[in-house]
């Protein structure tokens, strides 16, 4: 358990003024990622001002693990607020995924600013991206979340009305005037875009696609995935078959 107390906080306290050391305070900490959060140009250039910044925390006395933890630190920060500014949920943390797992590589403290410096860029760029698209309400991006991550499952409004704290009925009408189609119909094409996806780069039987998506049979799946695509599984596997991937059956 973390030998932490009073007692040690007071000491770091101690030693923080004796050395004239203060962390930077909040609102210097946070102002480029409000300024990325709105599309704000001087984003970057506050970022790199923070993180070359002699306030920033001491995290470990191996300066390479100190830089990497700030990045962890600060990757978590930006996309949190990219997701705020209007980016998908999943880009942003897939996004930071990828980044994370570069870090990890990284050999010198040189590579990790650089990297960090890239995160930002790119997180900024993405953003812009999706503030040109249609920017959703808080409830409606609490839907596509959930729904993405359930799809295995079987999704009712209640469900996801339970989920954004809002009436079925309210939900249900604003999804619609924002996305342009009914939760029922958006649950299905992402079902069948998954569908998809499975069908040439998995091993699974078009029972187990069919299981593992949550339809009631196999016909059902079938039915359903030829009114979207206009094929039926095994043709759509067929004409978009990529090499090396097995036959299903």
């Known amino acids: 358990m973390a030998n932490i107390n009073e007692k040690r906080l007071k000491y770091l306290e101690f030693v923080n003024r004796e050395n004239n050391f203060r962390h930077l305070r909040y609102e210097e900490e946070i102002r480029p990622y409000l300024y990325m959060k709105a599309g704000d140009p001087r984003a970057l250039d506050a970022y790199r001002q923070l993180i070359d910044s002699p306030l920033v925390g ?85 839907c596509i979340d959930y729904i993405y991550y359930h799809l295995n499952e079987t999704i009712s409004l209640q469900e996801l009305a339970k989920e954004t704290g809002l009436h079925p009925g309210y939900l249900s009408t604003l999804f619609h005037r924002e996305m342009g189609m009914t939760l029922t119909e958006y649950i299905r094409k992402q079902r069948i875009e998954t569908a998809k996806n499975m069908l040439l780069d998995s091993e699974y039987s ?21 009114e979207e695509t206009g094929y039926t599984p095994k043709a759509y596997q067929t004409h978009f078959f990529r090499a090396g991937i097995g036959q299903q059956h």
Do not use: W
Request: proline share 3%.
């Open 58 to 142: 001491h995290l470990s006395d191996d300066p390479l693990r100190n830089r990497k933890y700030l990045f962890v630190s600060a990757v978590t920060l930006t996309t949190r607020y990219a997701i705020e500014g209007g980016m998908y949920p999943e880009t942003a943390y897939n996004i930071s995924d990828l980044f994370i797992q570069e870090m990890d590589t990284c050999q010198s403290t040189d590579a990790v600013r650089t990297l960090e410096l890239e995160m930002v860029k790119v997180f900024i760029t993405q953003l812009a991206k999706s503030k040109k698209e249609t920017v959703y309400s808080r409830p409606v991006v609490q």
């Open 206 to 226: 078009y029972a187990e696609i069919a299981a593992l998506l949550a339809f009631s049979s196999q016909s059902h799946f079938t039915r359903v995935f030829r």
